[in-house]
């Protein structure tokens, strides 16, 4: 909680003195118990005094997004975070940046990559973070990350903060799953030659998510109320798993919901495409000449990006 004073002196539990507020540290028996929703009550209390304003869908939408593609680096007994994207989604680094209220963005631009990168300096403003995370993430290898790079900051900056652990799953009621699709979501379509149909040309129109472990792949195919052991398979090429979805009528659960729940980065230029597709495809104009022409000019979306 928040105290309206400089300076505390407590026997039971330990204080930090921030500029404009102090908040505690202090473990609470209520945190104990697993997490089965988002909260953020600890975050709101030591958020930066210049930023009251608590966007919850924003932030819900940025855990996904950073259990995709977020670090939480431990170097040399130090902590470390940070978000890397390309310079063309560099404005939503901005955004993070304004609804955290804390955080630096640097560029990094050479033969390989032309890159943004959010980053996390300071004591503060690593107790922030670790507000935000602790008992909000949902993915298994987040979570083992997540408690060894807490475990370092407490001893990096005699904190006593408990790691609370959590059982929040994927919903179609929160913008979680958005966040993840925007780190590791892919769409496609595209037309290929097909024998038996009677144009010559086949649909195919599909959702991916790849994963190294799959454990978040299982609760996302439980979201379509896929009974059987189906649509994740395991790539030996990479040795990971890959959620897919091609079933038409499943399909509309996710555009319905990505509409509710808009992705961020560029991949919303290619949902935009993809959705079009896949409006045609239920309407089957793929099935006529003039409806087939527009799905392959609308399949071109990734070449017409490039360019």
Request: glycine share 4%; charged share 25%; with cysteine.
């Amino acid at each position: 909680m928040i105290k309206n004073f400089l300076l505390v002196y407590r026997v039971d539990q330990q204080e930090i003195i921030c500029p404009c507020y102090v908040y505690s540290t202090r473990r609470r028996s209520s945190e104990t118990a697993r997490r089965i929703a988002f909260q953020f009550s600890n975050f709101t209390s030591s958020k930066p005094c210049h930023n009251v304003k608590v966007d919850t869908t924003f932030l819900i939408w940025l855990i996904g997004f950073v259990e995709g593609d977020g670090s939480f680096i431990i170097s040399h007994n130090k902590v470390y975070f940070d978000l890397t994207q390309d310079l063309k989604d560099i404005n939503l680094l901005y955004e993070i940046k304004s609804v955290l209220g804390f955080g630096k963005i640097l560029t990094r631009t050479d033969k390989h990559r032309n890159v943004g990168v959010f980053y996390i300096t300071g004591k503060h403003n690593f107790i922030r973070l670790a507000h935000l995370f602790n008992g909000n993430l949902i993915t298994n290898h987040k979570k083992h990350q997540f408690k060894a790079w807490l475990n370092v900051l407490n001893k990096q900056y005699n904190q006593q903060i408990e790691a609370i652990n959590s059982d929040i799953q994927p919903s179609f009621n929160d913008s979680w799953l958005s966040g993840f699709i925007d780190a590791e979501g892919c769409f496609a379509a595209r037309v290929r030659s097909c024998n038996t149909s009677r144009s010559g040309k086949r649909l195919l129109i599909d959702f991916t998510i790849s994963q190294k472990q799959p454990d978040v792949l299982i609760l996302i195919r439980n979201l379509f109320n896929i009974k059987a052991q189906t649509n994740i398979r395991f790539d030996p090429s990479w040795k990971g798993y890959v959620f897919y979805l091609s079933n038409k009528k499943l399909l509309i659960y996710l555009v319905k919901y990505l509409q509710r729940y808009c992705l961020k980065t560029k991949k919303s230029a290619d949902f935009s495409k993809w959705s079009k597709i896949h409006k045609l495809s239920m309407k089957k104009a793929h099935l006529t000449e003039h409806g087939l022409i527009e799905i392959i000019k609308l399949s071109n979306w990734k070449k017409d990006l490039k360019s």
